[in-house]
T-cell receptor
């Protein structure tokens, strides 16, 4: 089992461009969580998805951010019209029907 | 409001010394508490959780509901324990079957000196 996969590992975007971050959960896991880590901060919850459903998006900014977890394929976190403040590490985690969330290596987004 | 506080940003000890990483929480209800560790250039991984009451790599943590604390302890630190440590809490499992969101502290960077 390769674990949670995220790509790309590093992403550089200019202000105003779109960023698409991908997360493939562990085999057999149907729950996906996205977290953001700003410099010097802990991880902050963004969104929790199950296949084709958003379960909890209480941590998502109201504008420019969206997430999906389609029936087939990875979960996608999309950030439209990126700004410098979006520069952060974005982590994905997955779980089965247990408490333990397994984390991916993260995507480091840099907005220039 | 759900909150996890790790008061120490940095903690430095010598090899063989006891180590305690502090964690306090605020939660209305009965949370699940976790410690995650991130070694250099590796992904975040679960170290232990209070419901399992087990010791991993010599670390233990006891949930103190009266003091709302979940401090991580190890009697004799090793150099390989140097890492970032995050305390986190979660509510009970969600109706959909997965775990609820994790609320993390800001982390403590532990350095164990030779």
């Amino acid at each position: 089992n390769a674990g949670v996969m995220q790509n790309p590992r590093h992403l550089v975007r200019r202000r105003g461009q779109e960023a698409r971050l991908r997360c493939s959960p562990m085999k057999g896991h149907s729950h996906v969580y996205w977290y953001r880590q700003l410099p010097e901060e802990g991880l902050k919850f963004m969104v929790y998805l199950q296949k084709e459903n958003i379960i909890d998006e209480s941590g998502m900014p109201k504008e420019r951010f969206s997430a999906e977890f389609p029936k087939e394929g990875p979960s996608i976190l999309r950030i439209q019209q990126v700004v410098r403040g979006d520069s952060a590490a974005y982590f994905c985690a997955s779980s089965s029907d247990t408490y333990e969330q397994y984390f991916g290596p993260g995507t480091r987004l840099t907005v220039t | 409001a759900q909150r996890v506080t790790q008061p120490e940003k940095l903690l430095s000890v010598f090899k063989g010394a006891p180590v305690e990483l502090k964690c306090n929480y605020s939660y209305s209800g009965s949370p699940e508490l976790f410690w995650y560790v991130q070694y250099s250039r590796q992904r975040l991984q679960l170290l232990l959780r209070h419901i399992s009451r087990e010791s991993i790599k010599g670390f233990t943590a006891d949930l103190n509901k009266g003091e709302t604390s979940f401090h991580l302890k190890k009697p004799f630190a090793q150099e390989e324990d140097s890492a970032m440590y995050y305390c986190a809490l979660s509510g009970r499992s969600s109706p959909q079957g997965g775990s609820e969101k994790l609320v993390f502290g800001k982390g403590t960077k532990l350095t164990v000196n030779p």
